[in-house]
């Protein structure tokens, strides 16, 4: 069993439901989409025009590619446990779009979690999506020399990738986004993993190399794309981002994997420190969500005196000394720390150098 997404009174957000709010600017605003409007697109489409599609995530990314005709692809994906409708098409009809700005296209067939959430076989799924959505995607004029079509279950590279970026989500992150309960089964709760294996798996050398990927979807299928995000981001080695004085930073971001391939060597409490880190990161952004400002006290009621104390009240050295012990480690771990704020690492209310919301209480 499955409960929908709710954010602030009556605002639903359910990938597999029918049933969905219809107020697309809260919906923009509550879960920080980008609007479309004031953006500059290359011959518009119908649904451009008519502001059908009405909001985006980073679409200057794959139109700055587009304009310097640089690689780019867009990704779709179909479910095959039903017959064809108008909103298949209209999402097709954005892919030929990106398809004509120079995109290289590709279409997942979700199988395994028709099969996961649906109760189809495979064979039918197979059968359903070859002769109910693949021939009419070419009658619609999708372009096949520049498109390939798969199925999750023929793919192992996608339940890899969803397998191995499970380690960075929990259980309760998912309860939290997709509202899974009790009677959930589990095969339902692995499918969200394995589009994320989806989206990310053209970026791998043997599916078209590094380049930007697009996904056009309907907005109850924005979670999906903000768990995709959020893991592909917790996997970088590297963080990049603007500085206020202008130009980026880059920092390392220390991981299990990576921490001895550049001599980090670190011995401490690095698992702790990411679970801890989560901690931190759910209540802060569920605290917003609720739009319930942020105060010691609730912070000591949800996370514990002494980890609210730490992340809340400290200052970064102490944070990174608890943590590490690696001098490396530290000092790559404090970069963001100056980089992002005027405040020296030694300012009490300061430790959370990662990507929080700025709060200093």
Same mark, same amino acid.
């Given at each position: 069993?499955?409960?929908?997404?709710?954010?602030?009174?009556?605002?639903?957000?359910?990938?597999?439901?029918?049933?969905?709010?219809?107020?697309?600017?809260?919906?923009?605003?509550?879960?920080?989409?980008?609007?479309?409007?004031?953006?500059?697109?290359?011959?518009?489409?119908?649904?451009?025009?008519?502001?059908?599609?009405?909001?985006?995530? !980073?679409? !200057?990314?794959?139109?700055?590619?587009?304009?310097?005709?640089?690689?780019?692809?867009?990704?779709?994906?179909?479910?095959?446990?039903?017959?064809?409708?108008?909103?298949?098409?209209?999402?097709?009809?954005?892919?030929?779009?990106?398809?004509?700005?120079?995109? !290289?296209?590709?279409?997942?067939?979700?199988?395994?979690?028709?099969?996961?959430?649906?109760?189809?076989?495979?064979?039918?799924?197979?059968?359903?999506?070859?002769?109910?959505?693949?021939?009419?995607?070419?009658?619609?004029?999708?372009?096949?020399?520049?498109?390939?079509?798969?199925?999750?279950?023929?793919?192992?590279?996608?339940?890899?990738?969803?397998?191995?970026?499970?380690?960075?989500?929990?259980?309760?992150?998912?309860?939290?986004?997709?509202?899974?309960?009790?009677?959930?089964?589990?095969?339902?709760?692995?499918?969200?993993?394995?589009?994320?294996?989806?989206?990310?798996?053209?970026?791998?050398?043997?599916?078209?190399?590094?380049?930007?990927?697009?996904?056009?979807?309907?907005? !109850?299928?924005?979670?999906?794309?903000?768990?995709?995000?959020?893991?592909?981001?917790?996997?970088?080695?590297?963080?990049?981002?603007?500085?206020?004085?202008?130009?980026?930073?880059?920092?390392?971001?220390?991981?299990?994997?990576?921490?001895?391939?550049?001599?980090?060597?670190?011995?401490?409490?690095?698992?702790?420190?990411?679970?801890?880190?989560?901690?931190?990161?759910?209540?802060?952004?569920?605290?917003?969500?609720?739009?319930?400002?942020?105060?010691?006290?609730?912070?000591?009621?949800?996370?514990?005196?002494?980890?609210?104390?730490?992340?809340?009240?400290?200052?970064?050295?102490?944070?990174?000394?608890?943590?590490?012990?690696?001098?490396?480690?530290?000092?790559?771990?404090?970069?963001?720390?100056?980089?992002?704020?005027?405040?020296?690492?030694?300012?009490?209310?300061?430790?959370?150098?990662?990507?929080?919301?700025?709060?200093?209480?």
């Amino acid at each position: 069993m499955v409960a929908p997404r709710i954010v602030g009174e009556g605002l639903r957000i359910d990938p597999w439901s029918s049933q969905q709010s219809t107020d697309y600017s809260r919906i923009r605003d509550e879960f920080g989409l980008g609007s479309i409007e004031g953006m500059a697109i290359p011959n518009p489409s119908m649904l451009h025009r008519r502001g059908i599609i009405f909001a985006q995530r !980073d679409l !200057d990314v794959v139109l700055d590619s587009s304009r310097r005709r640089e690689p780019f692809g867009v990704l779709t994906g179909l479910m095959p446990s039903g017959r064809m409708h108008l909103g298949h098409s209209m999402v097709i009809e954005q892919v030929k779009w990106f398809q004509s700005q120079g995109a !290289d296209v590709t279409i997942a067939v979700a199988d395994l979690e028709a099969h996961a959430t649906r109760g189809m076989s495979l064979d039918d799924c197979r059968t359903t999506a070859l002769k109910e959505y693949v021939l009419n995607y070419a009658a619609l004029g999708l372009e096949s020399d520049s498109a390939s079509v798969y199925f999750q279950s023929r793919r192992p590279i996608v339940q890899r990738i969803g397998f191995t970026l499970g380690k960075r989500t929990t259980l309760s992150e998912m309860e939290s986004i997709y509202g899974f309960q009790g009677e959930t089964n589990l095969a339902h709760i692995q499918a969200p993993l394995v589009q994320v294996g989806d989206i990310l798996h053209p970026q791998f050398e043997e599916f078209g190399g590094i380049r930007p990927i697009v996904v056009p979807v309907g907005v !109850d299928q924005d979670p999906h794309i903000r768990l995709t995000r959020d893991l592909a981001s917790r996997s970088n080695w590297f963080n990049v981002k603007p500085r206020k004085a202008g130009g980026l930073s880059i920092a390392l971001s220390i991981q299990e994997e990576n921490s001895s391939i550049f001599g980090v060597g670190e011995r401490g409490r690095v698992k702790e420190f990411r679970e801890d880190e989560n901690r931190v990161i759910k209540y802060i952004q569920e605290g917003y969500l609720k739009g319930e400002a942020p105060s010691f006290n609730k912070a000591s009621k949800v996370l514990g005196e002494d980890l609210a104390q730490l992340w809340i009240r400290g200052t970064a050295r102490n944070l990174l000394d608890y943590y590490f012990t690696s001098e490396k480690t530290k000092l790559y771990m404090g970069m963001t720390v100056i980089e992002s704020s005027p405040e020296s690492i030694d300012s009490e209310g300061f430790p959370q150098y990662i990507q929080l919301l700025p709060v200093n209480l």
